[in-house]
């Protein structure tokens, strides 16, 4: 494999500015081929999809491509991608669709592990219809989400599962494929998020067994807006409101209004440039990507292996971040400092490692940290030994005041 550091950094812009980047599960930042292909669908003729003037015909180009490109990062079908305005949207659209047929007695299954936007739209989806929302905890202690907490809580009335497939707070992996299985045999759905998971591991839609996955391309070096796959034939079978002149097709019979046309060019370049991380890939642009990722995931244990070595050898620091299959992301509390003001200290020293509960409010109560969260350091493709040992070396400065 073929990882070239400097290489790639020297395609950030925003990395010029010397800051030191640990907030990538928030967002990361963007390379100059997403940066201009955004531009250049500016740049060029647009107008309403179709396929008779200029305008028309770069419009549809973009979508079609857009489509290909998440349908090949995600091993999906492109008639399954569905482009919203965030995950959140996405996942409220479909709980509000979903929901319509749900009845008292009915049951919906969410988990402790999860970001709010894969919890608050079926709690309130299944308040709405009256049916029952059950709870899969996690073990606090090792930060494990095991299939076994998930099985405790399904029954004959289950009509859907909605589970993290990696925790943006503490990097947890979760069973997914099996958690999916255990939905299915209980007759229900299993709906997936994969924000966080699609920043470092490559999606196989089938073989995770999700319905529904969402994600969202500014994790994983695009720009700000949200993908949802399913397989067409289940699409088909929902009924989302819509405006009457709409397109009732698949998949745009979700996609309210006109779609952002830059931010998908942006989106299909940055499945591009994650396609050439390993600049000796070759093949399909879906073997291109199964190669980079390969890369990808070696680099960031790599650096994850010396980042948490460091962390253990700095006084009265509890490392969160335990479960056994987990992303490069780290949570951080200490016994005599308040993470937030480790945040402020870092950032005055050009290190953004954020501190919050990062909307996964359930997952930050269930560890016992309340409403407070702690300090998240997140890797990124851009992320090399460098930033590792100035963030070290920051926090080792802001534990000796």
């Not at 289950?158 to 497939?165: D, E, M, P, S």
């Not at 879906?286 to 994850?304: P, V």
Request: glycine share 8%; charged share 20%; proline share 5%.
């Amino acid at each position: 494999m073929t990882y070239d550091i400097a290489s790639l950094r020297s395609q950030f812009p925003a990395l010029a500015a010397g800051t030191v980047h640990f907030d990538g599960p928030g967002g990361t930042q963007t390379p100059q081929p997403v940066i201009d292909a955004i531009a250049d669908a500016l740049a060029r003729p647009l107008s309403n999809r179709g396929q008779y003037s200029l305008g028309e015909r770069n419009a549809e180009a973009i979508v079609v491509g857009a489509r290909q490109a998440m349908a090949d990062l995600l091993g999906a079908d492109p008639a399954g991608i569905v482009f919203g305005r965030s995950a959140t949207q996405l996942t409220y659209d479909v709980a509000r669709t979903l929901a319509a047929s749900w009845a008292p007695g009915d049951e919906v299954v969410v988990t402790r592990l999860d970001h709010d936007a894969n919890i608050r739209p079926w709690v309130q989806a299944a308040e709405r219809a009256g049916a029952t929302v059950r709870w899969a905890g996690f073990d606090p202690d090792t930060g494990e989400l095991t299939a076994d907490d998930v099985r405790v809580v399904l029954s004959d009335r289950t009509r859907l599962v909605a589970v993290t497939a990696a925790s943006n707070l503490i990097g947890t992996r979760p069973p997914v494929t099996e958690i999916c299985r255990l939905a299915h045999d209980a007759g229900a759905l299993a709906y997936v998020d994969g924000v966080h998971y699609t920043a470092h591991t490559l999606v196989d839609l089938s073989a995770l067994g999700a319905d529904f996955f969402v994600c969202s391309p500014y994790k994983f070096l695009g720009p700000h807006h949200g993908v949802l796959a399913a397989r067409p034939a289940l699409l088909e079978t929902l009924r989302p409101d819509k405006l009457l002149p709409s397109s009732d097709a698949v998949p745009e019979r979700f996609e309210l209004g006109t779609l952002p046309y830059e931010l998908l060019a942006g989106t299909g370049a940055a499945v591009e440039f994650l396609a050439g991380l390993d600049t000796g890939a070759a093949g399909t642009r879906r073997e291109r990507l199964a190669t980079s990722f390969a890369a990808l995931a070696a680099h960031e244990d790599t650096l994850r292996s010396r980042l948490e070595q460091g962390l253990a050898a700095l006084p009265d620091l509890s490392l969160l971040s335990r479960a056994a299959d987990r992303t490069p992301t780290l949570l951080l509390t200490f016994e005599h400092h308040d993470t937030t003001d480790a945040y402020r200290f870092l950032a005055a020293h050009d290190i953004h490692a954020p501190s919050s509960h990062f909307y996964a409010l359930e997952a930050s109560r269930h560890l016992g940290l309340g409403d407070t969260g702690g300090l998240r350091i997140g890797l990124a493709p851009y992320n090399d030994f460098e930033d590792v040992d100035r963030l070290l070396a920051a926090l080792a400065q802001f534990l000796e005041r």
